[in-house]
């Protein structure tokens, strides 16, 4: 089982995130939480979400990228429901389970030392990151989509079609494990 954290507070709006979504959201024993649908009143279910969690093997974070970490309801869905006692401390809900993260950014090119973000984009990357290892879940390579608001239609499916074949991939990889 896959589950999908999808944080986008304007999904109308959307183009990169919502090309990446459609692109995946057929695939077997993949559960979609949408979460600005399902908690517009930041009133996150947290056991529910825990549960979703319990059921999957990989987690998958998909949101755009805003002021250089997740939107903030992923933020609150980090603080209710990644919580001690479940997640880390004296619980290990999240122990071994995979997780990938799938972010969408502006222009790439703006990411370097002399350019508009001051600093590589791998630089912030290890707040996402640690959020995962700290619940002793697996980081897998991040999927990322630079110039997602801007990217022509084509590009876009064609990002959409990458992650497809990873979670494809991933989903086989999970059943050979499995038997
Ligand atoms: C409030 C806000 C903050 C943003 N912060 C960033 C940022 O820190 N870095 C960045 O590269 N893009 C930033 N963006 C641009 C979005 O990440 C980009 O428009 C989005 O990923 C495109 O995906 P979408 O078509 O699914 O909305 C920001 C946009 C908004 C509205």
Redesign the pocket.
Known sequence: MIVVIHA????S????????LDAIRDLPAIDIRSLYALYADFDIDARAEQEALERAALVVWL???????V?ALMKHWFDSVLVGGWAHGTGAALEGKDCLWV??????D??RVEGR?GHA?EA?VPVVEQVARYCGMHWMEPHI??G??ALPDAE?REHGRKLRSRLDAWNGGHAARRD
């Open positions: 986008h507070p304007y999904p709006r959307s183009r990169a995130c919502a090309a990446l949101h755009p990228l805003y002021w250089y970490t939107p972010t969408t950014s502006s222009a790439g703006a990411y973000h984009f912030f989509v630079h997602g608001h876009l």
